[in-house]
T-cell receptor, first 111, second 113 residues
Framework: DGGITQSPKYLFRKEGQNVTLSCEQNLNHDAMYWYRQDPGQGLRLIYYSQIVNDFQKGDIAEGYSVSREKKESFPLTVTSAQKNPTAFYLC??????????FGSGTRLTVV | GESVGLHLPTLSVQEGDNSIINCAYSNSASDYFIWYKQESGKGPQFIIDIRSNMDKRQGQRVTVLLNKTVKHLSLQIAATQPGDSAVYFCAENEKGQGGKLIFGQGTELSVKP
């Protein structure tokens, strides 16, 4: 079955630690996106990539980094510079004009 | 910037009633709109979409209405069921913005049995 796989489902980060969230898709979509969702709130765009080896900052990119070395993969690193990383992170891909397909999310908690 | 302490609008309906969820969008140049359903702890799921050259589109138990004059989008759910309880987001595609969708705040639908 085609889809987007995010891993891990739950992730715990210690203060000052970098962590990487995985996002893989086998839908052959060119564009991929990372969103952050805080409790009771909407989706805020972190980074997006329209093609391999290219990506752009979204509205809240500070403290995050991404790479797009392969069409299928768009990992997100939450760096120690992100002071409030506890949130639900959603990855999505898009086949041109139509809507996003979302992954099932990664819940990141600072311990 | 950060938003703290916001609470989603909530719509509470009786099982079997029809639900109407509203959304105001921001850009008159937006050419495509989507409704998503998000259950707790899960990623959003596509429900229905509509292009700007249409006023209405129907799916199974759901209808989307688009009023471009007042930049308003609505989702109607017929015969609401407990399984419809979730947060519903509208999204707009702004032309020329690199394929990014702009999401609304979301509305929490609660269905009472």
């Amino acid at each position: 079955d085609g889809g987007i796989t995010q891993s891990p489902k739950y992730l715990f980060r210690k203060e000052g630690q970098n962590v990487t969230l995985s996002c893989e898709q086998n839908l052959n979509h060119d564009a991929m996106y990372w969103y952050r969702q805080d409790p009771g709130q909407g989706l805020r765009l972190i980074y997006y990539s329209q093609i391999v080896n290219d990506f752009q900052k979204g509205d809240i990119a500070e403290g995050y980094s991404v790479s797009r070395e392969k069409k299928e993969s768009f990992p997100l690193t939450v760096t120690s510079a992100q002071k409030n990383p506890t949130a639900f992170y959603l990855c999505a891909s898009r086949p041109g004009f139509y809507g996003y397909t979302f992954g099932s999310g990664t819940r990141l908690t600072v311990v | 910037g950060e938003s703290v302490g916001l609470h989603l609008p909530t719509l509470s309906v009786q099982e079997g009633d029809n639900s109407i969820i509203n959304c105001a969008y921001s850009n008159s140049a937006s050419d495509y709109f989507i409704w998503y359903k998000q259950e707790s702890g899960k990623g959003p799921q596509f429900i229905i979409d509509i292009r700007s050259n249409m006023d209405k589109r129907q799916g199974q138990r759901v209808t989307v209405l688009l009023n471009k004059t007042v930049k308003h989008l609505s989702l109607q759910i017929a015969a609401t069921q407990p399984g419809d309880s979730a947060v519903y987001f509208c999204a707009e595609n702004e032309k020329g913005q690199g394929g990014k969708l702009i999401f609304g705040q979301g509305t929490e639908l609660s269905v009472k049995p």
